[in-house]
């Protein structure tokens, strides 16, 4: 079961870069990574996911080392909209293994 | 597409009382999940079903707990009888089985109060 390390909190102002690690060290072959956005009151929401390398979309990026064993979810510019609780979490098809974790709680101030 | 789609929105009932939670997936996902979220806990899974039927409900809490899917648009998770405990958000999620990996489709999530 490939559990998940990531800081608990982080604090940014609007228009600067946010870039959130997570640590994956027992990732399995068959994962993948998977970031979700919570804002308060609202179910989780997919954000971006990704195998190995980089994945780059509307919203963010994301980096993945050659070896798998950490991610790193990049914001670009981020404003006060972007604050939520983000969630990494590690898997492959079998969801029994998917596990949300404490998430980091990301702040943006004006 | 609607989303996930969760009732009742919010509920306050007492300690005893049978709680029945809905959920109608994403048409066309073959996969759904019950989640709860406390703020001591976080978000857990509770159970999941993979074309209806149920997969893993490791996570149910005790036997009080039970969730049904009787057809691919619907779910219900029953709390009978319900404790203040069991006071939470509860989330049903959807998802459809693709090689691409995991992405799971969150409703707005039930808010369940038990006084």
């Known amino acids: 079961l490939a559990k998940t390390t990531q800081p608990i909190s982080m604090d940014s102002y609007e228009g600067q870069e946010v870039n959130i690690t997570c640590s994956h060290n027992?990732?399995?072959?068959?994962?993948?990574i998977t970031w979700y956005q919570q804002f308060p009151s609202q179910g989780p929401r997919f954000i971006i996911q990704g195998y190995k390398t980089k994945v780059t979309n509307e919203v963010a990026s994301l980096f993945i080392p050659a070896d798998r064993k950490s991610s790193t979810l990049s914001l670009p510019r981020v404003s006060l909209s972007d604050t939520a609780v983000y969630y990494c979490?590690?898997?492959?098809?079998?969801?029994?293994?998917?596990?949300f974790g404490k998430g980091t709680m990301l702040l943006v101030s004006p | 597409d609607a989303g996930v789609i969760q009732s009742p929105r919010h509920e306050v009932t007492e300690m005893g009382q049978e709680v029945t939670l809905r959920c109608k997936p994403i048409?066309?996902?073959?996969?759904l999940f019950w989640y709860r979220q406390t703020m001591m806990r976080g978000l857990e899974l509770l159970i999941y079903?993979?074309?209806?039927?149920?997969?893993?409900d490791s996570g149910m809490p005790e036997d009080r707990f039970s969730a049904k899917m009787p057809n691919a648009s619907f779910s219900t998770l029953k709390i009978q009888p319900s404790e203040p405990r069991d006071s939470a958000v509860y989330f049903c999620?959807?998802?459809?089985?693709?090689?691409?990996?995991?992405?799971?489709?969150f409703g707005e999530g039930s808010w369940l109060t038990v006084v």
């Open positions: 999620a959807s998802s459809s089985d693709t090689r691409s990996g995991n992405t799971i489709y």
């Open positions: 979490l590690v898997g492959d098809k079998r969801y029994s293994t998917l596990t």
């Open positions: 079903f993979n074309n209806n039927v149920p997969i893993d």
């Open positions: 048409s066309g996902h073959d996969y």
């Open positions: 027992n990732i399995a072959t068959n994962d993948y």
